[in-house]
């Protein structure tokens, strides 16, 4: 195997929401496998390897660092009517759970920094925060 496919191996890149690895690249059949889970469920995929070495390149600037980190967790907040997370588009939600607001908005980063992302406006920007409940 090339160096080059060895740099395809282990690469990520995200698009819609969903964080992609290359788990194997072959060059002689231009081809290459690729990871993804949806619902708790992994799926491994084929795709041309000219097309990973795209989506590669393009992602280049994914962030990964701190999606679960102590900043993070303070982005979630707890209104009258549901779950929030804070992003630079404004709050977004309602979600059930605190667990469902800090997966949607690691789902809402990862979109932000897909390729070709738009950016999403606000579910909602003002509420009331709850008060009357322990932390």
Same mark, same amino acid.
């Given at each position: 195997?090339?160096? $080059?496919?060895?740099?395809?191996?282990?690469?990520?890149?995200?698009?819609?929401?969903? =964080?992609?690895?290359?788990?194997?690249?072959?060059?002689?059949?231009? @081809?290459?496998?690729?990871?993804?889970?949806?619902? &708790?469920?992994?799926?491994?995929? &084929?795709?041309?390897?000219? +097309?990973?070495?795209? $989506?590669?390149?393009?992602?280049?600037?994914?962030? =990964?660092?701190?999606?679960?980190?102590?900043?993070?967790?303070?982005?979630?907040?707890?209104?009258? &009517?549901?779950?929030?997370? @804070?992003? $630079?588009?404004?709050?977004?939600?309602?979600?059930?759970?605190?667990? &469902?607001?800090?997966?949607?908005?690691?789902?809402?980063?990862?979109?932000?920094?897909?390729?070709?992302?738009?950016?999403?406006?606000?579910?909602?920007?003002?509420?009331?925060?709850?008060? +009357?409940?322990?932390?």
């Amino acid at each position: 195997m090339t160096n $080059r496919l060895n740099r395809y191996e282990g690469r990520l890149f995200a698009e819609g929401g969903t =964080l992609f690895m290359v788990v194997q690249a072959d060059a002689q059949n231009d @081809a290459a496998k690729v990871s993804y889970r949806v619902n &708790d469920q992994t799926h491994v995929i &084929d795709m041309p390897l000219s +097309d990973v070495a795209t $989506r590669v390149s393009a992602g280049s600037s994914l962030i =990964l660092d701190n999606l679960n980190g102590p900043d993070s967790a303070q982005r979630l907040l707890e209104l009258d &009517d549901g779950w929030y997370f @804070a992003s $630079r588009e404004g709050q977004q939600g309602p979600y059930t759970s605190k667990d &469902d607001a800090g997966q949607a908005m690691g789902r809402y980063i990862l979109t932000m920094q897909s390729v070709n992302a738009e950016p999403r406006k606000p579910v909602r920007t003002v509420g009331k925060r709850r008060t +009357d409940r322990a932390h």
